[in-house]
């Protein structure tokens, strides 16, 4: 099994496994109030807890994709992350993607989202894509309607009620329509 740990690029980003030195911002990332809202995460609560985070993030051995480290071209920041997680219990792979406040609003999740769901149907074969969110995340709804995603209802998973987001691979390659200009 090949080991993803280098994603696609896309026009602003590039996307490549955390490691160590990524500690602070990952950090950053995931113990910033305003980025935890929504996820239905506890925050990472020390740096120490991040290092720990990097070093036991097993998805890429396993599987041979997760979650991506999003690095601004531009400045060569790590910005967020997104990618695609195998959800053992529901046999079903997720995407998911999350940024620092100060970069929302530049449809950089949307560039994100396309990319890792491109990477997923081409590069991967998979057949199938969901998206979980909480009902009250609208941005990251819109984000999952605009790149083609559609609602499939909400159910309770971990304790906490979500809505179901899927996407299947013959809307995103084999008519040729890439996944973000799908009509809405
Ligand atoms: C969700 C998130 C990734 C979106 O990132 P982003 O780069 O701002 O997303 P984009 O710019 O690509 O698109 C956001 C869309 O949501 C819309 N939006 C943003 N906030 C909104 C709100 N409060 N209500 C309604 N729509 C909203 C934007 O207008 C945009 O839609 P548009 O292009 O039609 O105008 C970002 O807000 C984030 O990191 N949130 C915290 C982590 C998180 O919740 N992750 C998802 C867990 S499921």
Redesign the pocket.
Known sequence: MHSHTCGPETNRLQYRAFTDDDAESFFALNSHP??M???GEPPVSSLGAARDAIANYRDFEDVGYGRWACILKETQAVI?FCGLKYLTDLNEVDV????LPE?????????ACTASLEFGFTTLRLNQIIG???PA????T??LE?VGMQADGEFVYDGICVLRFFTRREAHVDNGVKSGELPR
């Open positions: 305003d980025v809202r929504f996820t967020g998911g993607y999350r940024f970069f929302w609003g530049q449809g950089l999740a949307t560039e979980l969110v909480l995340n609208t941005a990251s819109r984000v605009k």
